[in-house]
């Protein structure tokens, strides 16, 4: 142990000081001569103060200090009276040190002895847990935040405060010594019943006398508040920070009552010895609603939206000095929001400008309910998928030789995929907390779909000089990156994209002209798939029509149908669907033993082979639910003519539109879609991309097991098996489909067509002129429509009910007809899969898939609470003029990782995940009674649709429809701040970071290009004339020279990035690994820069207001939520590597934990 020599000297020799005890005892020491060594005894002067005991150098009190013993797990050993009269006893520790001393009397002794056993640090904590435990059994004292938990109160931040308390204090009283104290307030509430709640807290404000606190109090009624509860401050003395030592000054009490009515009390602070120790001055305001149009973002109230808001005012504000009759404005976060955010948290603080006057802000921090409800959703659309994978695979029947043992393989890829998702979803479902993962469990694989301690951070100002108020928001999460993949560590989803899509592989050179192949029978697939739901989609509208007898449109919608049905048949291709199938063998199908007996030993294979199965799963068994009865649908009837008496049941009849959509992974073979081509699509030719290594057009990896340009580890499949125990369910469901496949249950076949093998020219014309037949069927059958509905036009006497049944039952062949093709083609994909797809390489390909779903469905999520936040802070002019000009909202996103070790990997997973999100169309929808408020997902995994609710407001403020769809443009710019950063920088690994953050300056930059075009500069100039900011082109023009800098922790580029976004009226969004510490800080340094700007905060203020959030606003709290402590996990050497902005205050970070 350490001690500062000069604070001890000083603490046993200052006379004010109370000692625990002290008088003069005979101390027996060693005295050391030139001669001899002899031990004597010394009379000294002792002081006791705590577990120190100090002795003087003489036996009166003013000699010096020589020694002190520190006391603690000793032991005190008694002696009887020795020769000299003195009373001896001996203090011993185990080491074997041991100190002698003696007292004059008995009595003397006694007292020592007594003293010296209270001393120790164990004893007194002991006494402390003692007292609490005594005083809350007469005076229980809780925190606000366990009193609401145990009574079931929810904070609504819509909900209007009682009150809002301003403490400030003057004379309080300096020690001996003339240090003034470093003064904090707690605020406790007794209730009527007698129950006492610590209400608030001040911050802490360092070595003042006459300190004016910043952070205000709110009371609310949900709190169970009436005018009579008995409101006490206490004065607490800041001894150290760290430790949070604190000794209570003085304290005073009065009702709520009455704070309310006074405004405005300077009262005495009394200590229990009715001596004044200081004075302070409480204002209070109480809150009334006021109407007035007001814009809420950064904006003054002249060039406010028309839309009246309802806005809380004050009474009177606390100015110093204070001017009366000012209305302060509260603000109104409206029911959008409130249905959306959860378990919100609110500080507020009033801070001065320059000109003297008050700048109110409130800062709030709620959890999105988006945080499980979108991972769901998408684990929703992820299971439906393999789902219909799995059973087009099966779908061509029982195959032989090697076939069969590739169809078996990629069969049981997608069951481990799906078990993947079940699991997860399940998990989601029954998770403890509904609306949050901590960043504890960021690890969890359980939870890896949901994002990691997502939060809206919230700041509403309003500066009574400037009649200005604002909304700003930034969305905070953890990294989106799967944390649970350990195996791949080097550089996270962009390495191993890039490293599949490596157009230097001669592999993948080679296979460029299959994948060509794959590539256009897939776009002929979701063509002809888009046009028989529009012709369906047609046709039901034609029966509504003919019901109105409105012959007109009946006309020109079969006008449309025609003009379908032959882009159907254009892109209707019978030789290449016969190509596809004749090389593996057409599916099989026979009635009878024999065909029960194929499909059982098929079965039988398959349980063999797909050894995963142990544990039956709940969520498995939704899923076999939902299978069987799909393959147990009726197939079309023999009297219909789209089908021949040879023709096999392939497929269910009714499948659903997702089983459409996913056929295009399937015909893709190696190369599994996600979100759009990730890498080559018209999209990523309009916009900038975030990496340049890997735009080349997609070299597919296809018919050669060891043709794979990286090497994803074997375990990462066995992971997927071993992760998520699986289920009975899952087998059955295989099992079913391919039963369903290989019996033809529900029809009546008399003949099959050519077995496996080796097909013979003659057989192969046969096929080919039975593929003819269902095109030629779908067009006869089109005929027969056109005919009917015709006849029924033409009709004067108005439709009969005999033609209308006949019109719907054309439809219903042609549809039946059209719905065969669609199969045919399913079952040419699958068998162009089997070809072309290695197994070992489709293994890779779904791990892969798993981790970029994972990452992107914590990106999504995240981005549709910002958009959320977006809809309800932006004036709607500004939303409607954005949308309407097909630019969308700016989504601007912040990392700070380090590219050293695992973070390089998330950063990796994060650049992926960022850029999968401009792939994803997002739709406005109006809040009615038919409409929820709570965003979904729909769609499939290639064309997602999100929709978003909006107030019916902003929604009527659209006249063209079309501009409620829009796609997001994201940057995403990360600078490393810790000391892995420093590292870094040392071993050249941020090369990578400097390439994307420069493809993402093209973006934003192309972006601003077109902003400009829409928002005028005079337009954005006279929305800031009171703004202290930069202009958006001057802003835009640093940027590109900050970018550009080599520089170690350029911190600059995401300062001045986050203020292009901002002024671009775009959305913030900030990370880093768990989105707690690093993220704490800049957050809070974000909203003083905006407060500088924006709002005239003082200069002198913006430390204080800096230190002020970090120690006592939301983002402290946030570190609680997570790890149970309220410290920023830094230690002091982390925080010395960071940059000074980043620093937090002393006595707030300490915490290992992360």
């Known amino acids: 142990m350490r001690y500062n020599k000069q604070e001890l000297a000083a603490l046993a020799s200052h006379t004010s000081q109370s000692f625990d005890r002290e008088g003069i005892l005979v101390l027996k020491e060693k005295q050391d001569s030139f001669f001899r060594r002899s031990e004597g005894s010394t009379v000294r002067w002792f002081r006791l103060k705590g577990n120190l005991l100090f002795y003087m150098k003489g036996p009166e009190p003013w000699y010096e200090p020589v020694g002190v013993i520190i006391l603690g797990q000793h032991q005190v050993k008694v002696q009887g009276q020795d020769e000299n009269g003195h009373w001896p006893f001996q203090i011993v520790w185990e080491n074997g040190i041991c100190y002698r001393m003696a007292t004059f009397n008995e009595s003397e002794r006694t007292l020592w002895l007594k003293a010296i056993q209270m001393a120790p640090y164990d004893v007194m904590l002991s006494q402390i847990v003692t007292l609490k435990e005594k005083l809350n059994r007469i005076r229980p004292i809780v925190d606000i935040t366990t009193y609401r938990l145990q009574k079931g109160i929810v904070a609504d931040m819509n909900e209007v405060p009682l009150c809002e308390l301003a403490i400030s204090c003057d004379n309080l009283l300096c020690d001996a010594h003339g240090k003034p104290p470093s003064p904090l307030i707690v605020l406790y509430v007794r209730y009527h019943k007698g129950f006492c709640v610590k209400y608030g807290t001040t911050e802490i404000v360092e070595t003042c006398s006459n300190p004016s606190f910043s952070k205000t109090i709110l009371f609310r009624a949900s709190d169970g508040l009436t005018g009579d509860a008995l409101v006490r401050l206490v004065v607490y003395d800041v001894k ?53 149009g007001t814009s809420p973002i950064h904006t003054n109230d002249r060039n406010s939206i028309d839309i009246p808001q309802k806005v809380l005012c004050h009474r009177r504000s606390q100015s110093l000095p204070p001017r009366l009759g000012l209305k302060l404005k509260f603000p109104s976060y409206g029911n959008l929001l409130k249905q959306n955010f959860v378990n919100s948290h609110q500080v507020t603080y009033r801070f001065h400008s320059g000109l003297g006057g ?258 039956p799963s709940s969520d498995c068994d939704t899923f076999d639910a939902s299978s069987s009865s799909s393959s147990k649908e009726t197939s079309p009837t023999g009297d219909s003519p789209s089908l021949s008496s040879s023709v096999p049941n392939i497929c269910p009849n009714n499948c659903p539109k997702s089983t459409r959509d996913s056929i295009k992974d399937i015909v893709e073979g190696s190369e599994l879609q996600f979100h759009n081509d990730y890498f080559n699509s018209d999209e990523r030719n309009r916009l900038n991309h975030s990496f340049r290594s890997v735009r080349s057009p997609v070299k597919s990896k296809l018919n050669d097991s060891h043709s794979l340009s990286f090497d994803a580890n074997k375990t990462r499949h066995g992971s997927l098996r071993n992760d998520f125990k699986s289920s009975a369910s899952l087998e059955q469901v295989s099992y079913r489909c391919l039963m369903d496949s290989l019996s033809g249950k529900k029809t009546s076949k008399k003949e099959t067509l050519s077995s496996i093998g080796n097909v013979d020219s003659t057989t192969r014309a046969n096929n080919l002129a039975y593929l003819k037949t269902i095109g030629a069927n779908v067009e006869l059958n089109l005929i027969t429509v056109v005919d009917a509905v015709t006849r029924a036009v033409e009709t004067d006497n108005g439709v009969s009910e005999e033609q209308f049944d006949g019109v719907k039952t054309v439809m219903w062949q042609f549809k039946q007809s059209a719905e065969v093709l669609v199969r045919w083609v399913r079952v040419s994909h699958a068998a162009l899969r089997l070809r072309c797809e290695a197994s070992a390489w489709a293994r890779e390909n779904a791990a892969l898939q798993a981790r970029r779903d994972t990452c992107f469905s914590q ?30 909202p700016l989504c601007g996103f912040e990392g700070l990782l380090s590219l050293y070790s695992s973070e390089k990997a998330m950063w990796g997973d994060m650049v992926v995940a960022v850029e999968d999100l401009q792939t994803v169309v997002f739709t406005l929808t109006k809040v009615g009674h038919s409409n929820s408020s709570v965003p979904h997902v729909s769609g499939s995994r290639g064309a997602l649709t999100v929709y978003i609710p909006i107030s019916d407001s902003l929604y009527s403020k659209f006249t063209n429809k079309e501009h409620l769809s829009f796609t997001i443009t994201a940057v995403f710019f990360n600078i490393g701040v810790n000391e892995k950063a420093t590292l870094a920088e040392a071993l050249g690994e941020t090369t990578p970071q400097y390439h994307s953050n420069s493809d993402n300056l093209d973006r934003l930059n192309k972006y601003y290009h077109k902003y400009n075009k829409i928002f005028l500069a005079d337009y954005v100039a006279a929305s800031r004339g009171s703004s202290r900011t930069k202009p958006l082109e001057e802003v835009m023009e640093n940027l590109r020279i900050a970018v550009h800098k080599k520089v170690p922790k350029n911190i600059e580029v995401l300062h001045l990035a986050a203020l292009a976004t901002r002024l671009m009226n775009g959305i913030r969004f900030t990370s880093c690994k768990s989105a707690k510490d690093r993220t704490g800080m800049s957050v809070t340094l974000e909203q003083c820069a905006v407060l500088g700007s924006e709002y005239h905060l003082a200069e002198h203020e913006m430390r204080k207001a800096l230190g002020i959030m970090r120690s006592e606003g939301c983002r402290r709290e946030n570190t609680y939520k997570n790890i149970g402590v309220r410290k920023y996990a830094f230690t002091k050497k982390q925080v010395m590597a960071l940059p000074e902005e980043y620093r937090p205050p002393a006595g707030t970070y300490g915490s290992s934990q992360t």
Not at 268 to 288: H, I, P, Q, Y
Not at 861 to 871: E, I, R
Request: net charge negative; hydrophobic share 40%.
């Open 240 to 292: 150290e920070r760290v430790s949070e030592t604190a000794v209570p000054m003085g304290f005073t009490s009065l009702t709520l009552s009455t704070i309310q009515e006074a405004q405005r009390l300077r009262v005495a602070l009394m200590t229990r010895d009715n001596k004044t120790v200081g004075f302070v001055t409480m204002n209070g305001w109480s809150l009334e609603p006021s109407y007035i």
């Open 859 to 888: 990106a999504l999520s995240t981005a549709t609470a910002g958009l959320l936040c977006w809809f309800c802070s932006v004036p709607g002019d500004v939303v409607v003029k954005l949308l309407s000009s097909d630019l969308g």
């Open 358 to 615: 008050d700048i109110t802000v409130h800062e709030i921090m709620a959890e999105p309910k988006v945080c499980y409800q979108i991972p769901i959703q998408l684990l929703d659309i992820y299971i439906e998928r393999e789902k219909e994978l799995l059973e087009e695979l099966l779908s061509v029947g029982e195959l032989s030789g090697h076939w069969q043992s590739r169809q078996l393989d990629l069969a049981s890829t997608h069951i481990s995929l799906l078990k993947n998702y079940c699991h997860s979803k399940r998990c989601l479902q029954e998770a403890d907390h509904a609306h949050f993962k901590a960043s504890s469990k960021k690890d969890d694989p359980s939870l890896e779909f949901a994002p990691t301690n997502l939060h809206l951070q919230r700041m509403w100002v309003h500066n009574d000089t400037l009649n200005k108020t604002g909304f700003h928001d930034v969305v905070t999460a953890g990294a989106f990156a799967a944390h649970s993949h350990k195996a791949e560590r080097t550089g996270g989803l962009i390495r191993l994209v890039q490293q599949v899509k490596d157009i230097n592989s001669t592999k993948a050179a080679l296979n460029s002209a299959t994948a060509n192949k794959i590539q256009t029978e897939y776009d002929n697939v979701i063509a002809l798939r888009k046009l028989r739901e529009d012709v369906v989609t047609d046709m039901d509208r034609i029966v509504v029509l003919l019901q109105a007898k409105q012959n007109a449109d009946v006309i020109n919608t079969l006008e449309g149908i025609k003009a379908k049905v032959k882009s159907m048949l254009r892109l209707w291709e019978p030789s290449v669907f016969e190509e596809s199938l004749a090389i593996i063998g057409w599916p099989t199908s026979s009635c009878g033993e024999e065909s029960e007996k194929l499909a059982m030993s098929a079965i039988l294979r398959l349980t063999e082979q797909l050894s995963m199965f142990e544990q």
